[in-house]
């Protein structure tokens, strides 16, 4: 992908930069203006016209200045519309694709920068890049052709003079260039520090039930702290650039003002200036700071800009999931078959010839040790991971579209993520309009209905950030809610009853075998007594099926499946309460 500048953020908004810069451009003639009218009023007070030609002209001046006032504070209007408008837009956009890009990274990217990372430079790198699309570019623009015109008037009123005066001024602009490559390496290193910091504080927060638990709240704030003092002295660096490049300027400045003086002054009195020339030189002078300032606060806004332009764009560049177009769409699935599928990461074998079918109507239960590959196996199923070999309706999943594979195969994580948000929300997965009904019926599949008769608020319960004013069964329920509430062909759950007593597993199992009796379902337990009385079972011993069949023939075969079972049952009730 071309790498971003800011440049071309700006060209996709040509006409409204266009308006803009016509607006800004009226504003400054009008500022330009000002001090030849006041010259002119100045040289009419100094001279010895009669009273009533004197008067005549100088309303005649006065109405100018009224004019230049009403067209300024209508051009300014202008200008502001279409420029900080634009920039407000190009924000939009930018926040807009960084989201979707975000959203589609691959796992791999998301190892790479963290949630506080990511948070960071899409809310704060994108207000700066907002700043310098819009103060940014109006400051520059403002200085370059305040600087150019009044040059330009200075040196119709005198070349000389103007000669003199802008010396300082080449100084000042070496000055420019030089500083703005400074700040941009250091506000980078702001940012990178915000980074940081954001992630910190976003860790601290997300694990505050650790923390507490294991009573570490002061190594804590140390640590954060920390982090909170390296952004201090970024910062610091920055300003300390800052603080010498603003005086210096105004001293430069300072120093024209008093070169014009020593010589403009002499010239007026040699007649060789006249006076209200002499003032509107002193007006023009003047009016420079500001240009200058605005150099340099425009070097400084498109350099920060940039830097923060960069930071996004790396996020942006970043590998997401391929994208998929033409692929074909599945709406109902008859068979589900892994035909010696492999799978290596980092040149470990976690997955080695896998073969099983799965037809309409059936159940599968997956066990295994910890580790033994049972969710890396699904994660190829859903194209998290590439693999060959894997089909749906005997068609192979690289010629599916994910989507579709991901909206039919629900899959229920191990660790159950809940949303801040209400019970309603977490099940129907905030949809705008829910079906009340529906999301009852999800939660009495999943075996959570009286639990919802316990809840004050019933479905409007507020259940948390992260769900934490559920219990670990409460939000597994609610995920499996969420899952059935999708109307998926598959519903997968991976080891999601593990906070569950005996009791309430078998009897949502049961509920959750009824409900997709005629679809499928896959349940992964490290806990043989889950899936005991499933169709046929895989049992995974690093990553290759060690056992297939019924429970019934398993249990007869000398093997892991019947180890696992002695073991556990040795739990009281577990098997027998099947
Ligand atoms: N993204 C990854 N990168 C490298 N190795 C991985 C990755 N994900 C999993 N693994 C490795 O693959 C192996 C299988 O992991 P997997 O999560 O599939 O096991 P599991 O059977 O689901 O275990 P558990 O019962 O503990 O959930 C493990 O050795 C794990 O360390
Ligand atoms: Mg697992």
Redesign the pocket.
């Known amino acids: 992908m071309k790498r971003k500048t800011l440049y071309s953020l700006l060209t996709s908004h040509k006409k409204n930069i266009f308006f803009g810069i016509i607006g800004l451009t009226m504003v400054d003639m009008m500022q330009l203006l000002v001090p030849i009218l006041v010259g002119k009023v100045i040289d009419i007070l100094a001279s010895s016209k009669t009273d009533n030609f004197f008067l005549s002209d100088l309303n005649k001046y006065a109405f100018y200045l009224i004019i230049c006032g009403v067209v300024m504070a209508i051009f300014r209007f202008v200008w502001r519309f279409f420029l900080l408008g634009t920039s407000r837009k190009i924000e939009k956009n930018l926040r807009d694709n960084y989201f979707s890009r975000v959203q589609n990274l691959t ?1 791999a990217s998301f190892q790479n920068h963290s949630p506080g990372d990511l948070m960071a430079r899409g809310v704060n790198d994108i207000e700066t890049i907002k700043m310098a699309c819009g103060f940014g570019i109006v400051v520059a623009y403002d200085g370059i052709v305040l600087l150019t015109f009044i040059f330009i008037s200075m040196f119709l009123i005198s070349p000389i003079f103007t000669l003199y005066a802008s010396g300082p001024f080449i100084i000042m602009s070496i000055l420019i260039i030089k500083y703005g490559d400074i700040i941009e390496r250091l506000f980078s290193n702001v940012q990178s520090s915000f980074s940081n910091l954001t992630e910190e504080a976003r860790r601290i927060i997300y694990s505050i039930r650790v923390i507490k638990s294991l009573n570490d709240q002061e190594e804590q704030s140390n640590l954060f702290k920390k982090k909170s003092i390296h952004y201090e002295s970024m910062n610091i660096n920055l300003i300390k650039i800052w603080a010498g490049y603003q005086p210096l300027i105004t001293f430069l400045s300072g120093l024209s003002i008093f070169i014009f003086i020593f010589f403009g002054s002499n010239m007026v009195l040699e007649g060789k200036l006249s006076i209200g020339d002499f003032s509107a030189l002193m007006v023009y002078l003047t009016m420079l700071s500001w240009p200058v300032v605005a150099m340099g606060l425009a070097v400084d806004w498109l350099k920060r800009g940039n830097a923060c332009l960069s930071r996004v764009d790396k996020i942006m560049t970043q590998d997401t999931e391929a994208n998929e177009v033409g692929l074909a769409r599945i709406e109902e699935i008859d068979k589900v078959s892994f035909d010696n599928v492999s799978f290596t ?2 040149s ?1 074998n ?1 997955l080695s010839n896998i073969n099983f079918n799965i037809k309409r109507g059936s159940s599968l239960g997956i066990t ?1 040790k ?8 699904i994660n190829l199923l859903l194209k998290y991971s590439y693999s060959d070999n894997i089909k749906i309706n005997n068609i192979s999943i690289n010629d599916i579209d994910k989507n579709s594979i991901r909206k039919k195969i629900v899959y229920v994580p ?1 660790n159950p993520v809940i949303f801040s948000g209400t019970l309603a929300e977490n099940v129907s997965f905030f949809e705008e309009n829910p079906d009340e009904n529906k999301i009852i019926e999800c939660l009495r599949i999943s075996g959570f209905i009286n639990d919802l008769e316990r809840m004050k608020n019933g479905l409007n319960e507020i259940v948390g950030e992260r769900g934490v004013s559920l219990s670990g069964g409460q939000r597994q329920r609610v995920s499996i809610a969420r899952a059935i509430y999708q109307n998926p062909e598959m519903i997968i759950l991976d ?1 999601t009853l593990s906070s569950l007593d005996v009791d309430t597993e078998l009897q949502i199992l049961r509920n959750i075998k009824d409900t997709f009796r005629e679809k499928f379902l896959i349940v992964i337990s ?1 806990r043989v007594s889950t899936i005991f009385l499933f169709d046929e079972i895989i049992v ?1 011993d690093s990553g290759e099926i060690v056992q297939k069949g019924s429970s019934k023939l398993l249990e007869e075969q000398e093997g892991l499946f019947k180890d696992l079972l002695a073991i556990q049952r040795i739990l009281p009730g577990a098997i027998d309460a099947k």
């Open positions: 796992g990461k980092d470990n976690i295994g910890t580790g033994a590959g049972k969710t890396t196996l191990q080891d490290s995974l």
